[in-house]
Each structure stands twice: as C-alpha cells, then as structure tokens.
C-alpha cells in the first residue's frame, strides 16, 4: 500500500527534525551570502566597482552584477543534479555551503576600482557567478530533502523549512547592515563597513557545516544515498519526457521571484536615493516585513495541505496581483510607517506563493528527473523571474518617470504565473518514493 511510506516517516520524528534543521540552518546561510550582494548592490557597489560609468551607469552595472550569476545557476543546478546522484545530496549540500561562503567572504577582502582600476571589478564578477553557481545547486537538494521524507499530509509543512530560509536570510542580511549603518554611521559604512556582512559569512559557514555534518548519520540521508542508484537519469531524458513541467516551474517561479528581489533588493535603494529617507531606518522596517514574509511563507505551505497546492499559489499570486499597483503609492509617500505597510502586505502573497513551492514541485516529477527537474526549473525561473528585476525597475522607473509603472510590470508577469500555476493539476497526496512509483494512488 502507498501509505507504508508515510507510517515509515511519522515512526523517525527526530530523524525528520534533523533534516529540517539542516535544510533550515543551510538555506538561511547560503540566501544570507546571496542577499547580502543584493543590498550591496543597491547601497555601495556601484561608486565602490563601477564608478567611471557615472552614477546612473554605475547603478545599472551593480544591478546587472546582481542578475548575472542567475545566468550560471542553471550550470550550478545541472553539476550539482549529476554529482548528487552519485555522492549523495548531503556532500552536495555541504559542498554548495562552503563555496558560497568562500566567494562571500572574497568579496568582503576585495580592492575597489579606485585601488586597482578594472582588476576589481572583473574580480568581483567572477566571485558574484560563483555566488550563481552555488545558489543554483543548493534549493534543489534542500526542497526534495524535507519533501521526499514528510509524511503525505504534511509535506507542504516540511517543504516549507527550504523555503523560510529565503526570509530568515533577509532578515539576517538585512539586519546587519542595519546594525552597521546605525552603530558606525552611514560614511564610515561606506568607506569600510560594507565589508563586514561578507567576512561574517565565514562564522557562518563553520556553524553551517557543524549542522549539516551532524545530520550526515541520519538514515534518511543514507536512505537517500541508495535512492540515488535508482534515480539517476541522463539530462536528455528529463527534456524529452517533462519538458512541459520545467517550463511550467520556470513560468510559475518568476513572478514571485521577481517581488521577492525587489523586497530584497530595489525598495531600500529607492527609498533612501529617490525618496531621500534615511538609511537605517527603511532597512530596519524592511527587515521587519520581512518577518511577515517569514511566516506567509510557513502558513502557505501549511495552508496548501489543507487546500492544496495549486488553490494556495493562486491566492497567494492575486494577491500579489492585486497589491502591485497599490503599494507604490504607499512607499511614495515617503512615510517610514506606510514604507513598511506597503512591504508587509506584499508578503503575504509572496509568501503564500512560495511557501508550497518545493512540494509543488517535488510532486511535479517522477522520481527518476526529480532532482534535476526541480533544480534546472527552479534555476530557469529565477533568470526570468528575480535575476534582472531590479535592473528593469530601474529602467521603468527611468524611462517613465512614474514608479507605479514598476507595479505594473510585477502585475504583468504576477499573471504570467498565476496562468502557468493553473495549467498544473493538484499534485497533493502524489506517490514520490520509488517504491510507490508503479503503485495507483
């Protein structure tokens, strides 16, 4: 019976807890090293690596900066699928840690073009695509580890433990620059602070580590491990037969995709350069949405294993339809108390659009592409969704002069996804184990 796999699940609760621990602890860390280029991007960089283009030039490389290591997530999702199936998901795991903390950290040691003119910037570069790289392994093995071992009605919970690392690591990334710009003043930041988030990433990555090798004994990891023998399937194979369902992932991500980077990355800058509000307080009250971000994203995947997948992201993106437009009116007014109003309320449809995420997907796939069709659609959708939106706000906010425009284009590919997310059946209660797979549900 399908339900064997389930009753073998509710018998390892501590097992299951150690999983989730360390796709939490893990996400949190790799999207803290991800998001704290992000707001550097919009806070210092561009004088900092790309001062000979002028302000506005510059502002615009440090955004293409941002959403050119999308471009090499998918190489990152396609190495990291092909080794996971031979060393196992939780070396992969470990070993994405440890190469986004090492380019992280670089970053924080970095000359700046005034010291060493086009050297550094070139450096920067390469260190932000191995960033890419390392983030397009990471969601993957992460989403299918809590998935794969929840018990049926609560997968959508435990998928979203991958998930929530996406809002603790804004919080986290978010929060220290806050701290810093509050504790040594904004011109000391920029002169020197901004190099402190990214030499931090280094106590992180040691805690990182110690986590997740503490959950290497668990015999899921190991049950794991041999499901891989089974799995394993040539790259074509996934392209021939389920085409349709990375295109659908890549179509479905990219709206919420796009909000969320410009949560991350794009309101705070906007804020503090277009508005002229102070610093610290706006990332202080973005790292606070960001809590509500937080906890719409653990309440969808909940929600959706109650409702199911597909009703939650369709609620979760008319929402976010709905609010896209409005919300800049809001964040016009440049009161730091409607700025956070706008943003809070923005997560709720960002979260109840990806919370459900990684069972949605998990559920999408047959076990023998699932770990490549996850990552390379998840990969794809972040290059359409999140990779160049602060980039392409920036261009409409130029070209129109009105920063609604910005709503409209979310609003545009908001119902790009909410179509895409509807062309999917209910995937809930799916049989995932290889066991289960010949089984009729």
């Not at 290591?69 to 990291?80: D, E, H, K, T, Y």
């Not at 998901?89 to 380019?103: D, E, F, H, N, S």
């Not at 409209?408 to 996804?417: E, F």
Request: one cysteine or more; aromatic letters at 12%.
């Amino acid at each position: 019976m399908p339900t064997g796999s389930a009753v073998h699940h509710e018998s390892n609760p501590r097992e299951e807890r150690r999983v989730l621990a360390g796709t939490l602890v893990g996400t949190t860390i790799e999207w803290y090293d991800f998001f704290i280029y992000a707001q550097a991007a919009g806070l210092v960089l561009a004088p900092l690596f790309f001062a000979p283009l002028g302000p506005t030039g510059a502002q615009l490389a440090a955004w293409a900066s941002l959403g050119i290591s999308f471009l090499f997530r998918p190489l990152g999702a396609i190495v990291a699928g092909h080794l996971g199936d031979k060393l196992g998901r939780k070396k992969i795991l470990v070993a994405t840690l440890i190469l986004m903390g090492l380019a992280t950290t670089l970053i924080g040691v970095l000359p700046t073009h005034a010291q060493i003119g086009i050297g550094a910037t070139l450096m920067l570069i390469f260190l932000r695509v191995l960033q890419g790289f390392s983030a397009g392994g990471e969601w993957g093995g992460a989403a299918l580890m809590s998935v794969e071992h929840a018990p049926v009605e609560k997968r959508g919970f435990f998928g979203a433990y991958p998930q929530i690392g996406v809002p603790c690591g804004m919080i986290l990334a978010t929060g220290t620059m806050w701290v810093l710009t509050t504790v040594i003043g904004e011109e000391a930041f920029v002169e020197w602070g901004w190099r402190l988030p990214f030499l931090f990433s280094i106590v992180l990555i040691v805690v990182g580590y110690l986590i997740r090798r503490a959950v290497e004994e668990s015999p899921i990891f190991l049950e794991m491990q041999q499901r891989k023998k089974e799995s394993s399937a040539p790259l074509g194979n996934l392209f021939r037969n389920n085409f349709k369902e990375v295109a659908l992932c890549a179509l479905i991500f990219i709206a919420n995709n796009a909000a969320g980077y410009l949560l991350i990355a794009y309101f705070a800058t906007y804020a503090t350069r277009e508005l002229g509000m102070s610093r610290p307080p706006v990332l202080l009250a973005t790292t606070l949405a960001s809590f509500g971000w937080l906890a719409f994203t653990m309440y969808g995947g909940i929600l959706s294993d109650r409702i199911g997948r597909i009703r939650t992201f369709q609620i979760g993106y008319g929402l976010l339809g709905l609010w896209a437009i409005p919300m800049w009116f809001l964040i016009d007014t440049a009161n730091i108390y409607l700025y956070f109003v706008a943003l809070f309320l923005l997560t709720v449809g960002l979260g109840l659009s990806y919370g459900p995420q990684s069972a949605l997907y998990a559920e999408m796939f047959p076990v023998e592409v699932r770990y490549s069709g996850v990552s390379i659609g998840y990969a794809f959708g972040a290059i359409l969704g999140g990779a160049f939106a602060p980039l392409i706000a920036e261009a409409v906010l130029g070209a129109t002069g009105n920063s609604w425009m910005i709503g409209v284009y979310v609003l545009g590919i908001t119902l790009i996804s909410l179509i895409a997310v509807s062309f999917v059946k209910e995937t809930k209660g799916r049989n995932l184990h290889v066991e289960d797979v010949h089984s009729s549900s």
